[in-house]
């Protein structure tokens, strides 16, 4: 299982820190990345990162102000983000490959965690 957390609101031009944290079972073989959905909106591609952290990839939305990474030895990644903008409110939802390498759709990861609210305000 996936278990995200760190959601909350922020202002607009603040940072916040989600952390995704597997449980029952290790994913560090495998490529994991963040999602989110906004109210009305299909799930979008924010980040990934490979098996070993040493690669990443970035939606262009995010890129410059989300750093997405991981720790192996905790099972957990982590998407630290900044310079939020109003449309960066959604749910975000972590995700596992049962691959090493990223893929940026939704029907590339296997497993997938509950959610977390993220909230800009302007």
């Known amino acids: 299982q996936l278990q995200a957390s760190g959601g909350g609101l922020v202002q607009a031009g603040g940072s916040l820190r989600l952390s995704c944290a597997a449980s029952?079972?290790?994913?560090?073989?495998?490529?994991m990345g963040w999602f989110r959905q906004a109210p009305g909106k299909e799930r979008e591609f924010v980040a990934a990162v490979n098996w070993s952290g040493r690669s990443t990839y970035y939606a262009d939305s995010v890129k410059g102000r989300f750093t997405i990474s991981r720790d192996n030895a905790k099972d957990t990644v982590y998407l630290q983000m900044s310079s939020h903008k109003p449309e960066d409110t959604a749910v975000y939802y972590c995700?596992?490959?049962?691959?090493?390498?990223?893929?940026?759709?939704?029907?590339?990861?296997?497993?997938w965690g509950q959610g977390t609210q993220v909230t800009v305000s302007s």
């Open positions: 029952g079972r290790t994913f560090s073989s495998y490529a």
């Open positions: 995700a596992a490959r049962n691959r090493p390498s990223y893929n940026n759709t939704p029907t590339g990861y296997v497993y």
